[in-house]
């Protein structure tokens, strides 16, 4: 979905993550959904002068025999994966947001993170880099400058989404996680392009996601 802002500007944004945690029926594990959503991607002004596109991925999670979960590094998805979550058992979990063919122009990138019952029972935190948009719950940003574009050997840069914790995991699972329990742990990523008229974080972020 694009929004047209002035001076024949536009912005492209792209749905993350989706993950809907919903308690299974049997033992005491619970099931977690990710439903993952492919980029939209989308043509700036005529040539794709900011970008060419932004997408989501992560590593497989395999499920271990003791129902622990490790990441296989040199296997990927942006289809969503589920997992059976067991009270006091953190997961790893590394949503990546890349933006592909990044041009230069001043821009910003968005994470939001819509999470239900955060620091109840799943908890993370955010990777180093990301800010707090003020006056936005759960709303996280990165300038992108001419450091951002890729390399003379790169097409892309990735950005990690969430910080790895002290005990190697990103994601915390309590154990006081119930059953008979759902929740919502979302992430959906924007990128804009910064202007004389939309030259603030938030004034960007307010543009992209008018009417959502």
């Given amino acids: ?20 945690v919903a308690v299974a029926a049997v033992a005491s594990a619970v099931t977690a959904k990710y439903v993952g959503q492919k980029d939209v991607k989308a043509t700036i002004g005529l040539k794709a002068d900011l970008a060419e ?9 395999n499920r271990q025999t003791d129902g622990s979960y490790e990441l ?17 058992v953190d997961i790893y979990k590394d949503p990546t947001v890349r933006v592909t063919g990044y ?3 001043p821009a910003y990138l968005f994470v939001v993170t819509e999470v239900s019952e955060y620091g109840t029972v799943l908890g993370f935190n955010m990777a180093d880099g990301w800010q707090s948009l003020s006056g936005h719950g759960g709303v996280w940003y990165k300038e992108l400058t001419s450091a951002d574009i890729p390399g003379e050997d790169e097409t892309y840069k990735d950005y990690p989404v969430l ?50």
């Fill in 72 to 88: 296989d590094s040199s296997a990927i998805t942006e289809e969503g994966q589920t997992y059976m979550l067991m009270p006091g």
């Fill in 53 to 61: 596109s932004i997408t989501v991925y992560e590593h497989v999670a």
């Fill in 163 to 212: 910080e790895t914790l002290a005990d190697g995991y990103q994601i915390n699972v309590s154990e006081t996680l119930p059953r008979g329990s759902k929740y919502t742990f979302a992430f959906k990523a924007y990128i804009g392009q910064k202007t004389v008229d939309y030259n603030t974080p938030a004034k960007v972020f307010e543009a992209l996601t008018a009417g959502d």
């Fill in 1 to 20: 979905m694009f929004k047209k802002i002035k001076d024949k500007k536009y912005f492209v944004a792209a749905l993350v993550l989706v993950l809907a």
């Fill in 103 to 105: 041009t230069g122009l």
